[in-house]
């Protein structure tokens, strides 16, 4: 059984950085897969902010975080991280940790099958 597990939520002011981190358990199991981090701002849809192969050797993050945003594993730990710098307001959001047990989905949540349950980041 796959879980995952997200952390590192909080109030910050704009400008300031926050690192989130999710634990996944159940995973290894699966070959190929690739993680995500994906947000739903208030009133709006979920959308992807990063993703990040097996390997660590592709990532992928939608244009309005990037340079901003890091993603980053620890595959002894089964930790995945999202490095947050230079926060904005409409950074605001609710953030998920996603697996893709085939890989491959990278920013698109649909090809996701595994989801955690959400930390809560916001940014005034």
């Known amino acids: 059984q796959v879980q995952l597990v997200e952390s590192g939520g909080g109030s910050v002011q704009a400008g300031d950085s926050l690192t989130l981190s999710c634990v996944a358990s159940?995973?290894?199991?699966?070959?190929?897969?690739?993680m995500g981090w994906f947000r739903r701002p208030p009133g709006k849809e979920r959308e992807g902010v990063a993703a990040?192969?097996?390997?660590?050797?592709?990532?992928y993050y939608a244009d309005s975080v990037k340079g901003r945003y890091t993603i980053s594993q620890d595959i002894a730990k089964r930790t995945l991280f999202l490095q947050m710098d230079s926060l904005k307001p409409e950074d605001t959001a609710v953030y998920y940790c996603?697996?893709?047990?085939?890989?491959?989905?990278?920013?698109?949540?649909?090809?996701?099958?595994?989801w955690g349950r959400g930390t809560q980041v916001t940014v005034s």
């Open positions: 159940g995973l290894h199991d699966h070959i190929g897969y690739c």
């Open positions: 990040i192969s097996t390997d660590g050797g592709s990532t």
């Open positions: 996603g697996a893709d047990v085939y890989g491959g989905s990278w920013l698109n949540q649909h090809g996701y099958h595994y």
